[in-house]
């Protein structure tokens, strides 16, 4: 999911200056390499976001559900934290943190206390609470994304894209973007994209078709901070082949911040949890090899000793 280096504001005036034609040489070049730059001019943030999630009974209209979550985010380097509160059940919270250790989730419910539901010591395994944490990042880097789908995966196969470049932007204003199609083909849907050279080819606006439907996004950013662009508001549509829709969600978030939280706040400890029975053992496994290196120095100090004693006891008989 995340790995972050600090890049100097003059690197994204060059990538301001950017030329459009040369995006159709390598277009899933250039956009992977500038999404890497992206997460590397903001690893140590922290801000908040606002989630809006509506569903529809496609044949009348009539709304299922409306829920709301209260995203809380914090990112320094490979330190993530991750805080969740939903309106659907109020007291109640999920965690998700990483840190160079280990990685963890927490819930806590509104009449327990807060407990650990998923523990991983080994950093590098994508597992389950990776996917969990992929979908919360994939807000803070909404850039990336055509309605959850990473734009690298969907930039597979660029040979079936035609790539064009537009000079307006959804406001009307005066600006290049380049517009992606990729026609559909065997295991691949129509997808498009807008993405805007200027702020790391990040997305304006982006969708796909599918048997069932369309899936669309728009992205608007927060303009007059300091780079990159990020998000201000990001709209997801799902409406059926017949255009009725499904369901919407919308994200409001906070201008971000440089992120205040110190290492300590990246622990279990943070939130008040034991440490797993397993990484304890872990650990005193892992002194094992130091316990006997220990064991044998001192055994060979004890048998210097001996052969010195025995040494000046023959010297004076």
Request: proline letters at 3%.
């Amino acid at each position: 999911m995340i790995r972050f280096i600090h890049i100097s504001l003059s690197l994204f005036c060059c990538i301001a200056l950017y030329h459009i034609d040369a995006v159709a040489g390598n277009v899933a070049e250039d956009i992977c390499e500038s999404h890497s730059k992206l997460h590397a001019a903001s690893d140590n943030i922290q801000g908040t976001i606002d989630e809006h999630i509506t569903t529809y009974q496609p044949r009348n209209g009539k709304q299922t559900r409306d829920l709301s979550r209260h995203i809380t985010y914090a990112i320094r380097g490979d330190l993530v934290k991750i805080e969740v509160q939903s309106s659907a059940a109020p007291g109640t919270q999920s965690v998700i943190v990483y840190n160079d250790k280990y990685r963890f989730a927490a819930d806590k419910e509104q009449k327990t206390e807060m407990y650990v539901s998923f523990f991983q010591s080994d950093t590098s395994d994508q597992s389950s609470l990776a996917s969990r944490a992929e979908y919360y990042l994939s807000l803070i880097y909404a850039g990336e994304y055509i309605p959850d789908n990473k734009l690298s995966t969907l930039l597979s196969d660029t040979a079936t894209y035609n790539i064009t470049t537009t000079g307006t932007s959804m406001s009307g204003a005066a600006r290049d973007y380049v517009e992606l199609k990729r026609r559909a083909s065997k295991g691949f849907p129509l997808a498009w994209a807008i993405v805007d050279p200027q702020n790391y080819f990040q997305i304006i606006e982006g969708g796909f078709e599918t048997t069932w439907g369309t899936a669309r996004c728009s992205i608007e950013y927060q303009h007059g901070l300091a780079a990159p662009l990020f998000p201000k508001k990001i709209t997801k549509e799902l409406k059926t082949k017949e255009d009725k829709l499904v369901e919407r969600r919308e994200y409001i978030f906070s201008a971000p911040e440089e992120c205040k939280a110190n290492r300590q706040e990246f622990t279990l400890e943070a939130y008040g949890l034991p440490i797993p029975r397993s990484m304890r053992v872990a650990g005193v496994l892992n002194l094992v090899p130091w316990i006997v290196i220990g064991v044998f120095l001192l055994l060979a100090c004890l048998v210097v000793y001996r052969i010195i004693v025995n040494a000046r006891a023959r010297r004076k008989s």
